[in-house]
């Protein structure tokens, strides 16, 4: 196991009828920006709650805030920050929304340059405003990390960060708010969640058993109750499981002591740059490919994972191997989520562009032993141009 260190400190409020006490997190007298996205959580009732709830807090509202958050749309936040002095950001909704608030927090705070820089060139986060979410959708992990990833429209680019200092003070996590969740997303919601455990465990073995089980046991449960909440997004239970696995696979615990990949989001995230593509299902095109490519290098784990999540024991290694990607693939679609990227459009001068934006950026290799050289982005993109 190699060293590690751990730290989260989200405090998790998870289920029904908990916003009550929402009152009793922030502190008292604090002026509140409430963000949120494009008003569902006027349509499932959040919305309302929390205004009762903030009844004695001076409380601002800022709403609009798009899926795949907009660089643009986070700076006029800042905006109105500093004209009205907020004390504590509130975001209410999806991944896209925390991670707004996330780098609003941080860009409201920073004083070294264009906060864009935060995004594009890791410049450090030396102060943050205090931030509270409710997470509507089960996805991201976001309501217990310290991640967040932002889109300039003006340049299609999208870039993530990283800073102990945007933790949420607390997190509500609300199963029956998601329960009004339109499948495609919940679908989204599953194969986000699923690709964030692989990233962090199908790697290489490193000797770390707990970790590995832990991992395999979210993806067993994400296979066992995803059908189920994709075809009936209001069964709270199965949407209660569905959201603490999405919190857990990306909440620090499983990535102790072990090697994070992390090439498909990269991958991914210019996909959606490029062609605005539902964050998941680029997880769910690119991750097939890259299986296929580097099934050697990752032979031991996707060994592993066919056997314990898949039940997938028969046949030669390499038998079981194109077996656990075929099984994988067809999970994704039973979830109405396409996995090729002729299914959404794309052709070869794309994976031209992404290949050269990696170059351009001087990114010589990434992944879990720095395989995944531009030349092999290259690999991964037209096998799943050509795959089927
Ligand atoms: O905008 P509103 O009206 O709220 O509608 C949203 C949005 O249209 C809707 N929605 C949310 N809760 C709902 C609901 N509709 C009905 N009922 C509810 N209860 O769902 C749509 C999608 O929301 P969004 O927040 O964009 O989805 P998600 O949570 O999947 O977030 C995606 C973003 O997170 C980033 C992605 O790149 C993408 O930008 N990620 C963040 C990560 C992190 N912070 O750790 C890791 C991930 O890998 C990911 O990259
Ligand atoms: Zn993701």
Not at 25 to 45: Q, R, T
Not at 103 to 127: H, N, Q, R
Not at 208 to 221: H, K, Y
Request: proline fraction near 5%; hydrophobic fraction near 40%; charge should be neutral.
């Amino acid at each position: 196991m190699k060293n590690f260190e751990f730290y989260n400190p989200v405090k998790v409020i998870f289920g029904k009828d908990q916003l009550s006490k929402l009152s009793k997190l922030i502190p008292k007298g604090n002026s509140v920006l409430m963000l949120y996205g494009g008003g569902s959580i006027k349509k499932n009732g959040v919305y309302n709650k929390v205004k009762e709830s903030l009844k004695d807090y001076t409380v601002f509202e800022f709403g609009g805030i798009e899926p795949n958050p907009h660089y643009e749309t986070a700076m006029k936040a800042v905006e109105l920050i500093q004209k009205e002095k907020i004390d504590f950001l509130l975001a209410v909704g999806g991944g896209s929304v925390i991670d707004a608030t996330k780098f609003i927090a941080a860009a409201a705070l920073y004083t070294a340059g264009d906060p864009w820089d935060i995004l594009s060139k890791d410049k450090m986060v030396e102060a943050a405003l205090p931030l509270g979410s409710i997470l509507t959708l089960p996805a991201t992990g976001s309501e217990m990390n310290a991640n967040a990833v932002v889109t300039r429209v003006s340049s299609n680019e999208k870039f993530a960060f990283n800073s102990p200092l945007v933790y949420p003070k607390f997190s509500f996590l609300l199963p029956d708010a998601a329960g009004f969740l339109p499948q495609h997303q919940v679908a989204n919601g599953i194969v986000d969640a699923f690709v964030h455990v692989v990233e962090q465990y199908l790697t290489f073995p490193v000797n770390a058993p707990l970790q590995d089980r832990m991992a395999e046991s979210i993806l067993q449960t994400l296979v066992e109750v995803g059908p189920t909440v994709y075809h009936n997004p209001a069964d709270y239970e199965a949407m209660s499981n569905l959201m603490w696995c999405a919190t857990m696979a990306l909440n620090g615990l499983i990535s102790c002591g072990v090697p994070g990949d992390w090439s498909v989001h990269t991958i991914g995230h210019e996909l959606t740059a490029i062609h605005n593509i539902d964050h998941a299902r680029t997880l769910a095109v690119v991750l097939p490919g890259l299986w296929s490519v580097l099934k050697n290098e990752k032979r031991e784990k996707l060994l592993q994972y066919g056997a314990r999540v898949l039940n997938i024991t028969a046949g030669t290694e390499d038998e079981r191997i194109e077996n656990t990607i075929l099984k994988t693939v067809e999970f994704f679609e039973s979830l109405g989520i396409k996995t090729r990227l002729a299914d959404y459009n794309v052709t070869g001068n794309t994976i031209d562009k992404i290949v050269k934006r990696f170059e351009d950026r001087g990114w010589k290799a990434m992944g879990d032993r720095n395989l995944i050289t531009p030349n092999v982005v290259r690999k991964v993109l037209e096998h799943q141009l050509a795959s089927r």
